[in-house]
T-cell receptor, first 115, second 114 residues
Framework: ETGVTQTPRHLVMGMTNKKSLKCEQH?????MYWYKQSAKKPLELMFV???????ENNSVPSRFSPECPNSSHLFLHLHTLQPEDSALYLC??????????????FGPGTRLTVL | KNQVEQSPQSLIILEGKNCTLQ??????????LRWYKQDTGRGPVSLTI?????NTKSNGRYTATLDADTKQSSLHITASQLSDSASYIC?????????????FGTGTRLKVLA
């Protein structure tokens, strides 16, 4: 295991539902990330939270809302999603985000299906 | 435009055989290149990382090479095992560090058969 846990591992929701994805890291890192992984597409960075920066990818729709209450926990709140939002959502953490040399440790992901 | 292209998209080999995966990038200015292994149902795990001055890095049966002049990298797997079946993702980082510093390839899906 990488020290990054995600729950739930699988989620099926309707377009009118509200749900949240949870990520927790046990590595003492101070940067956390949300990625979207769709079939045959590169990983897409959605959000970054760290002491150095808080970044939102402007192409991410507002129906995705991140929350980072502390350096160990990260949430992704979902509401009124579309079928094209179905994907694997990966959480990652690293020791700081200021250097791209710092390795990102990924969780197992949440497989999301929107009906 | 910063881009990372990987080939082949998928590959099937017999157990015990060697294989080489390719990664071409157009990221500039270049900082480092990392290879990840992603097992089915799991997140990516780092195999190797190389900076501009490094042209080869090994991790057990995995050997990565980097040619910064031609902007190409390869991942060579020796004496493949069934557990090597996974997706292999090439990630290039741009310098200086910025918001979207990680540029991911789409990966090569490797299947090792007994």
């Amino acid at each position: 295991e990488t020290g990054v846990t995600q729950t739930p591992r699988h989620l099926v929701m309707g377009m009118t539902n509200k749900k949240s994805l949870k990520c927790e890291q046990h590595l003492g890192h101070n940067a956390m990330y949300w990625y979207k992984q769709s079939a045959k597409k590169p990983l897409e960075l959605m959000f970054v939270y760290s002491l150095e920066e808080r970044v939102e990818n402007n192409s991410v729709p507002s129906r995705f809302s991140p929350e980072c209450p502390n350096s160990s926990h990260l949430f992704l709140h979902l509401h009124t999603l579309q079928p094209e939002d179905s994907a694997l959502y990966l959480c990652a953490s690293s020791q700081g985000s200021g250097s791209s040399y710092n390795e990102q440790f990924f969780g197992p992901g949440t497989r999301l299906t929107v009906l | 435009k910063n881009q990372v292209e990987q080939s082949p998209q998928s590959l099937i080999i017999l157990e015990g055989k060697n294989c080489t995966l390719q990664c071409n990038y157009t990221v500039s200015p270049f900082s480092n290149l990392r290879w990840y292994k992603q097992d089915t149902g799991r997140g990516p795990v780092s195999l190797t990382i190389m900076t501009f001055s490094e042209n080869t890095k090994s991790n057990g049966r995995y050997t990565a090479t980097l040619d910064a002049d031609t902007k190409q990298s390869s991942l060579h797997i020796t004496a493949s095992q069934l557990s090597d079946s996974a997706s292999y993702i090439c990630v290039v980082s741009a310098a200086p560090s910025g918001t979207y510093k990680y540029i991911f390839g789409t990966g090569t899906r490797l299947k090792v058969l007994a």
